[in-house]
């Protein structure tokens, strides 16, 4: 990777809701322009410092990654939130330096699921499509009693859209760990052998003993029993791993 990433911290794009942006450690007289990775944190309020491991890891690779904080508490489980960040991303990322014609839609768990209820349904977003998906330990199917199965930026099921979509297949990363205890791995398993047998080009990473936080380079915090950026050995070699699986996505847009 290159050189170590800077950031824009609290960029206010809307609905009293703020965003991270982070780039590579190039000259500021640099014309390159560089691609975009929009990354959608979980379930939770003001979550997107869990990601900056991973988000610092990936613009070190070459390109604008954009953090932003959303609400899945909101009375649309984070649906405007979502949609609001999305479309920054797709329209202002030129004044720093990126190419929106080069965008990458990731999210992990819950931002997961929102992200590929997109990608299946993309009449939603007015048929606008990412050149790539990443789905980080997302859940895809059905849960335990129906509880939040739903996209909350499509209100359906991605596994149940992904047996009936018609939209043009794109490419598909799907990243999990082998012991998340929040979202079994089956659940990607099992969406990608649905999209594999529709013809889409999926990629299924399994990281080895990774958990629901590791995954994203984060540790858990026993007290708030939340997530927390991640120092430990383990979420190093797991957010390192899931960090590569972006930066091979971006080589696929």
């Known amino acids: 990777m290159g050189a170590a990433a800077v950031s824009n911290r609290q960029v206010d794009y809307g609905l009293g809701e703020c965003l991270d942006i982070y780039r590579p450690g190039i000259s500021p007289d ?52 979502l949609l609001a960040s999305l479309e920054f991303a797709r329209t202002r990322m030129d004044a720093y330096g990126g190419d929106s014609s080069r965008f990458v839609l990731a999210g992990w768990s819950r931002g997961a699921r929102a992200g590929m209820g997109l990608v299946l349904r993309p009449e939603v977003v007015n048929g606008w499509r990412p050149g790539a998906f990443v789905g980080i330990a997302g859940g895809y199917g059905p849960r335990p009693h129906g509880q939040n199965s739903d996209a909350p930026t499509t209100g359906s099921i991605p596994l149940e859209d992904a047996r009936s979509s018609t939209a043009a297949p794109l490419p598909v990363t799907l990243v999990h760990g082998t012991s998340d205890p929040v979202v079994d791995i089956e659940q990607s398993r099992s969406v990608a052998g649905v999209l594999r047998n529709g013809g889409w080009d999926v990629t299924l990473t399994e990281v080895p003993d990774a958990d629901h936080s590791s995954i994203v380079w984060a540790d858990d915090d026993h007290v708030t029993k939340r997530s927390r950026p991640g120092n430990s050995a383990q979420s190093l070699r797991d957010g390192s791993m899931t960090a590569r699986s972006v930066l091979e996505a971006l080589d696929r847009v």
Do not use: I, K, Y
């Open 30 to 81: 640099s014309t390159e322009r560089l691609p975009v990775v929009l990354l959608w944190h979980g379930v939770g309020v003001a979550e997107r410092g869990v990601l900056a491991p991973l988000a610092r890891a990936v613009a070190r690779g070459g390109s604008l990654v954009v953090v932003p904080d959303w609400r899945s508490s909101a009375a649309d489980r984070g649906r405007a939130h």
